[in-house]
């Protein structure tokens, strides 16, 4: 019974070791997913696809549980929310090499611009509208869209696990 004692233990000490390769391994399959979804959206500049990262998460993570973060990195792609969710785009808008840039009323021109909190009335007042009001720019789920890979993550995971234990036996 020892034997068995000491391969159970081995067993447990393994898989608890194991629990964060086999975290990155399934964390890969949903950051890769999320690249291929940013890819296929087409891009300006590519500073969407630059800002997506994977990270370990060593609060989040314990004895026999890691914890990986996929996401985007909003200082680099401060609009991968609007992509990722959608937004109301009310004013007119005009690509420059600078980027993406609101018209300012001929009037305004000079003045400070509103701040982030201001009215809606203010920021009306200052920025050009849109010709024929305000449009709705339907989100594309390019994060939202990678947990479809989630039985290939599981799958991933398993295996690097599976792998890990078949070398203690």
């Given amino acids: 019974m020892s034997g068995l004692d000491s391969l159970l233990d081995d067993l447990a000490e393994e898989a ?13 399959v949903f950051y890769d997913r999320m690249k291929s979804n940013v890819g296929r959206l ?17 609060s989040n993570s314990e004895d026999g549980l890691a914890v990986y973060h ?27 090499e600078k980027g993406w840039r609101t018209l300012v009323r001929p009037e305004m021109r000079g ?23 305000p449009v ?8 939202r869209g990678a947990l479809q890979e989630a039985e290939k993550a599981r799958q991933a995971a398993a295996a690097v696990l599976l792998q890990r234990i078949a070398e203690v036996t």
């Fill in 16 to 28: 608890e070791s194991a629990a964060r390769p086999a975290a990155q391994a399934a964390a890969q």
């Fill in 42 to 58: 087409g891009h300006v500049k590519g500073k969407l696809a630059k800002a997506i990262y994977q990270a370990y998460s060593e």
């Fill in 70 to 96: 996929i996401s985007w990195r909003a200082q680099k792609a401060p609009h991968a929310g609007l992509v990722e969710y959608g937004h109301w785009q009310r004013y007119q808008v005009v690509q420059t």
């Fill in 111 to 133: 003045k400070p611009k509103p701040k982030r909190r201001a009215s809606q009335a203010e920021k009306d007042a200052y920025y050009m509208p849109r010709p024929g009001g």
């Fill in 136 to 143: 709705y720019v339907p989100g594309k789920a390019f994060a």
